[in-house]
């Protein structure tokens, strides 16, 4: 039974930062692509940053240069670390899975992971 929880979030003042963790449990964690999602109310699930089987990296434009993804492989732990906070990047934030080594095209596709954490929250004030 793969299993994600995600666990950081909470609330920063804009230009702060911010570390989500996501425990992954219940599959071979270095074989799977994993992802990084958030979904603001009113908006579209997007796919914030991700990371292949093979470490292969895809950033949202909107992230890049702010947000990094990475692994653990020992401890089954995907982290987000989130600086330069601004009020948009306010949103739910949901972590995913799936048993692929994806390509970058797709890697920040949510029709692509069949496996998602229950979300945590992140606010940005100004």
């Known amino acids: 039974q793969v299993q994600l929880v995600e666990s950081g979030g909470g609330s920063v003042q804009a230009g702060g930062s911010m570390r989500l963790s996501c425990l992954a449990s219940g599959f071979t964690y270095i074989q799977y692509s994993m992802a990084w999602f958030r979904q603001a109310p009113g908006k579209e699930r997007e796919g914030v940053a991700a990371?292949?089987?093979?470490?292969?990296?895809s950033y949202a434009d909107s992230v890049k240069g702010r947000f990094t993804i990475s692994k653990d492989n020992a401890k089954n732990i995907l982290y987000l670390q989130m600086n330069s906070l601004k009020p948009e990047d306010t949103a739910m934030y949901y972590c995913?899975?799936?048993?692929?080594?994806?390509?970058?095209?797709?890697?920040?596709?949510?029709?692509?992971?069949?496996?998602w954490g229950q979300g945590t929250q992140v606010t940005v004030s100004s």
């Open positions: 990371i292949s089987s093979d470490g292969s990296t």
């Open positions: 995913a899975a799936v048993g692929v080594a994806a390509s970058t095209v797709f890697l920040r596709s949510a029709w692509l992971y069949k496996n």
